[in-house]
């Protein structure tokens, strides 16, 4: 978490589109919220592409984590990489969005 | 695409909607998905054009939101505490100290649990309600627009909340609510006046 903060100061970089994903705004406001203690899951990274595809990190992170506002609850998913590998230059967030509850019928 | 790696990126013109408007930009796209790569060259597009929308359409950072007449007569009295200060940067302030240091700070959050139970927060609810307007800077209509996207409610009730929540905090006559008004809100309070 703390990583995760760090390098989002230094230099965030957000995938965003004009459906799920959501901007840097949510995202820093998210930052916020999250309790200290998370621990993300790691998978390896499967593609050099992408912004610093090749000195990124190449393990990928993701957790999925709900916060609450005004005793509204809420869960996202968050999955990205740090860049450079072994170093808190950046974080690139290749997806932010809210996770859907499916609810079996 | 929810799984896309955004590994095909071009830079190019593109276009996304904030707050009911069209902000126009250049930005890596990806084009397996259309997703662009939000960095610090869009942010500073971003904040060129939030200024410009802010000169031109002051009144889109505007928030309005309703007070039951409990709740006015509260903000009436605490407010003859700060002559010279207009009722709207009172309510600029508790908004926020309430989301920028109440929201984050899970033992100050626990103590609201009490206070919307409380029997002054529930007669917010009820009678008669007054309009109220605050104007925003492009920056914290920004922040808390964010904040009330992710809580999945609007801005204006967000706030609304967030004052009520305020204020009846500040009348509270339960001890220990009465002191951590006191001793770590109202200070809240008066660092954030003293800047206002």
Redesign the interface.
């Known amino acids: 978490m703390e990583r995760l903060t760090i390098a989002a100061s230094n ?8 459906k ?7 995202f ?3 930052l ?2 999250l ?1 200290k203690d998370l621990e993300p899951n790691w998978v390896p990274r ?2 050099l ?3 610093h ?1 090749i000195t990124g990190q190449s393990k990928c992170f993701h957790f999925g984590k709900t ?6 609850k ?1 869960s ?1 998913f968050c999955k990205g990489y740090f860049f450079d590998e072994d170093n808190l230059n950046g974080v690139y967030i ?2 932010f ?1 809210e996770e859907k509850i499916k609810l079996v019928t | 695409m ?2 896309c ?5 071009i830079l190019k013109k593109t276009s ?2 904030f707050f009911g408007e069209t902000f126009d930009f250049k930005a ?1 796209v ?1 084009q397996d ?8 060259s869009v ?1 500073n597009q971003f904040n060129d054009w939030l200024g410009v929308l802010y000169q031109k359409k002051r009144t889109k950072f505007q928030v309005q939101f309703f007070l039951s007449k409990n709740a006015k007569d509260i903000l009436e009295e605490f407010s003859n505490n700060y002559p010279g200060i207009p009722n709207t940067t009172i309510l600029k302030i508790f908004v926020a100290v309430y989301l920028d240091i109440i ?2 700070n ?1 033992n100050y ?1 626990k103590r609201f649990d009490k206070v ?1 139970r409380g029997e002054i927060f529930e007669s917010f609810q009820k009678g008669k309600f007054e309009k109220f307007k605050i104007q925003l800077k492009p920056n914290a209509f ?2 808390y ?3 009330a ?5 609007s801005l204006a009730s ?1 706030v609304e ?2 004052v009520e ?1 305020m204020l009846a905090l500040c009348v509270e006559t339960d001890q220990k609510l009465r002191e951590f008004w006191i001793q770590n809100i109202k200070k809240e309070f008066n660092r954030y006046l003293k800047v206002a």
């Open positions: 230099n965030l970089k957000i995938a965003k589109d004009k799920d994903n959501l901007s840097k705004s949510e820093m406001k998210f916020q919220l309790s499967k593609s592409r992408g912004p595809g916060i609450e506002i005004l005793g509204r809420k996202y290749q997806s969005r | 929810a799984n790696e955004h590994e095909n990126l996304d909607t890596e990806c998905c259309g997703a662009y790569i939000w960095d610090d942010e929201e984050p899970e959050k919307i920004r922040e627009t964010a904040m996207h992710l809580a999945g409610i967000m909340e967030s929540r």
